[in-house]
């Protein structure tokens, strides 16, 4: 069983920018994976960034080049930095953690992009 909590969202001006922090109730080195995903009214939960047990990453297109995911093994916690923030990306976040064949889910923070 893995746990994992989100903090760190907020409303923020479009350009602005925000940190989401997961924390995670084991060694995140010993995860396969873990992820921020996004949900917005009225869509489906989408992949937002990836981050292997190696350090790769991987980013939706929407977000590559203002968005960075990290991880900090030392304190198991995983962070997603959002720069260049846009109404669009307005949505709860989801932290996520894939460990053998299983999805863990924290329970969301929202952000949203508003003036």
């Known amino acids: 069983q893995v746990q994992v909590v989100e903090s760190g969202g907020g409303l923020v001006q479009p350009g602005g920018s925000l940190r989401l922090s997961c924390a995670a109730s084991?060694?995140?080195?010993?995860?396969?994976?873990m992820g921020w995903y996004r949900q917005a009214p009225g869509k489906q939960r989408e992949m937002v960034a990836t981050?292997?047990?190696?350090?790769?990453?991987n980013y939706a297109d929407s977000v590559k080049g203002r968005f960075t995911i990290s991880a900090d093994n030392a304190k198991n916690m995983v962070y997603l930095q959002m720069n260049s923030l846009k109404p669009e990306d307005t949505a709860v976040y989801y932290c996520?953690?894939?460990?053998?064949?299983?999805?863990?889910w924290g329970q969301g923070t929202q952000v949203t992009v508003s003036s």
């Open positions: 084991v060694r995140i080195f010993s995860i396969n994976a």
């Open positions: 981050i292997t047990s190696g350090g790769s990453t």
């Open positions: 996520n953690a894939f460990l053998g064949q299983y999805d863990y």
